[in-house]
């Protein structure tokens, strides 16, 4: 089954979608990558899921991505004496160490590192940035706040501090042992929450060890200081709107996002734009206009995919909001104007004789027409490449390994088939890549492919050899 776009589309499952009947209508409708979210379910709801999902997979002979999000850190507060307190705008409210039940005055604060952070000026948003505060003064034992925007404020709320880089693991004991299960089960990609500095994903890294692409949701202002770094260090960055937008006004949102895309697309490292592009259809059968401007405006800044948390985990309509995403790219891409945005955000090359190659690659696609752009790859970072330059040329992706295509199921343009063996020199390469082209419908007789490898052959990260080929 090829898909006739290149942006991709993830979905989150859940009790909406667990069953294999719902499962393989979402892949028929366009999902490329199912996202497993670790703060909701069990274990064992996952496994039925992930084998679900396999055995989809070898139904449809496509590869198939899952994405495992662990939970992460979560700041909350304290408990009330009748389970709920309304703070008043214009009034005081203080966070202290006292286990006691809180009231309209006061609530504990069970983060004892947050009081020697908080500082006067310091904002602290409650309950997903419902509540505002603002910090007037703050000791060892007690933050002492003015209430911004008031509200009722129920036991154990979320706790956001855009304004201090938190001293805390983003791994918990609970994200460790769901690591080492989702690891277990196969995964592709693990998504790691609370990321502020690229020092944070080291020990995520050393527990992957290789085993899945470690992904980086941004949602911290404060990773926006050191985003090139953390690009870097990640094997791909989720934008992930919903913390973000709590702890970030809203009018700086769309511009981080903006600007999330262009150090991906710089670096080479795949980018998901996610939280709310279709909220409204967790209840209606159809998107509001806004929210299909947005869809479509991460389409045209260059996102590798687009993603659906609670419209497809837990929505009434799972199946239509992947449908109309992807009627959504569709059109998108079929726009005029697309290409010529597509060429505008073209990179800077990298000084390297790789990039070199690639350059040339983009260049040689267009001259010649190519139905396909071809790539040889042992570890992905041949397609990945390949993908960074937006050939408008569909990638071609042909891999030894399963666990390659599959983690390339979420890069833009890129098609990932497995073949059964290694190639052993270039003119068996050229064959294989006329026959794979043939049999995966992107080319016919007379049509030209480009084709990019390494040498010698199973060197990861040796891109080295550009040929052109044409169907005979």
């Known amino acids: 089954m090829r898909r006739q776009r290149k942006a991709k589309i993830v979905a989150t499952l859940g009790p909406s979608s667990s069953d294999r009947e719902t499962i393989l209508a979402l892949f028929e409708a366009g999902v490329d990558v199912f996202r497993f979210n670790f703060s909701h379910g069990t274990q064992e709801d996952h496994r039925l899921r992930y084998e679900v999902v396999r055995e989809i997979e070898r139904l449809v002979g496509r590869p198939i991505a899952v994405l495992a999000d662990l939970q992460g850190p979560k700041l909350r507060i304290g408990k009330f004496s009748r389970g709920k307190a309304e703070l008043v705008a214009g009034k005081e409210f203080v966070f202290d160490r006292d286990t006691q039940d809180g009231d309209e005055n006061r609530v504990s604060l069970p983060h004892p590192e947050l009081f020697s952070l908080m500082s006067e000026g310091h904002a602290i948003s409650l309950d997903d940035g419902k509540l505002r505060l603002r910090v007037i003064d703050s000791t060892a034992e007690r933050i002492r706040t003015q209430v911004l925007t008031g509200g009722i404020l129920s036991d154990r709320k979320g706790v956001n501090v855009p304004d201090v880089i938190l001293p805390i693991p983003i791994l918990t004991e609970k ?3 769901d690591l080492e299960f989702a690891l277990s089960l196969g995964v592709d990609w693990v998504a790691m929450s609370f990321v502020q500095r690229p020092e944070d994903l080291v020990e995520a890294r050393q527990l992957i060890a290789g085993r899945a692409g470690l992904m980086t949701k941004l949602e911290k202002p404060a990773a926006l200081d050191r985003l090139d770094e953390i690009v870097k260090a990640s094997d791909s960055v ?5 913390d973000l937008g709590v702890e970030l006004p809203p009018e700086k949102v769309p511009g981080a996002q903006k600007r999330i895309l262009r150090t991906c697309r710089l670096y080479g490292k795949p980018s998901i734009v996610a939280t709310q592009m279709l909220e409204s259809m967790i209840h209606s059968p159809t998107p509001t206009r806004a929210e299909a401007s947005d869809v479509a405006s991460a389409v045209y800044d260059g996102a590798d995919a687009v993603m ?8 009434s309509y799972p199946v239509q909001a992947v449908s109309i995403m992807d009627r959504i790219i569709n059109e998108v891409e079929r726009d005029p ?3 010529k945005m597509v060429n505008a955000q073209h990179e800077m090359l990298l000084p390297s004789p790789r990039d070199a190659i690639f350059s040339a690659l983009r260049t040689v696609t267009q001259v010649i027409r190519a139905v396909a752009t071809v790539t040889y790859t042992d570890s992905g970072v041949t397609s990945l490449r390949a993908a960074r330059e937006r050939p408008m040329a569909p990638i071609l992706s042909i891999t030894p390994h399963l666990a390659t295509a599959r983690r390339l199921a979420v890069v833009w343009g890129v098609h990932s088939t497995v073949m059964d063996h290694d190639v052993v020199d270039v003119d068996e390469m050229v064959e294989a890549a006329r026959q794979t082209a043939v049999a995966e419908g992107f080319a016919r007789s007379g049509d030209q492919l480009a084709i990019v490898a390494g040498m ?10 550009l040929r052109v080929a044409e169907i005979a």
Do not use: C, H, Q, W
């Open 337 to 339: 104007i697309y290409p």
């Open 456 to 465: 010698p052959f199973g060197k990861p990260g040796n891109t080295n050899l």
């Open 238 to 242: 989720m934008v992930a709107r919903g």
């Open 308 to 315: 659906l948390s609670a419209e497809s985990a837990s929505g």
């Open 175 to 177: 994200d460790r042992r």
